[in-house]
Nanobody, 116 residues
């Protein structure tokens, strides 16, 4: 069992930056692929970024490539999403996700609002 708690969301102007954090509790955090998804009202949750268990590989949705950076600190059981050059269309609830084999865990989400 893994519990995930996101933080760092808020209101920012277009072009600004935010860093989301996801603190994980439970066993074997360093064996999980960690990722971020986002969702806006009326739309399906969509993949944003992920980092594999070793931290050696990261993956990004095309709409955030070059602007967002996903990283992990296994010593702190934490995964981060650094978001730069934010756009109004990045406004969403951002969810932390942990995956290993058939196990999937979600955080409660944190709101990010980008004003134009």
């Amino acid at each position: 069992q893994v519990q995930l708690v996101e933080s760092g969301g808020g209101l920012v102007q277009a072009g600004g930056s935010l860093r989301l954090s996801c603190a994980a509790s439970g066993r074997s955090f360093n064996r999980y692929t960690m990722g971020w998804f986002r969702q806006t009202p009326g739309k399906e949750r969509e993949f944003v970024a992920s980092v594999n268990w070793s931290g050696g590989s990261t993956y990004y949705a095309d709409f955030v490539k070059g602007r967002f950076t996903c990283s992990r600190d296994d010593a702190k059981n934490t995964v981060y999403l650094q978001m730069d050059s934010l756009k109004p269309e990045d406004t969403a609830v951002y969810y932390c996700h942990a995956k290993r084999f058939w196990y999937n865990y979600w955080g409660q989400g944190t709101q990010v609002t980008v004003s134009s």
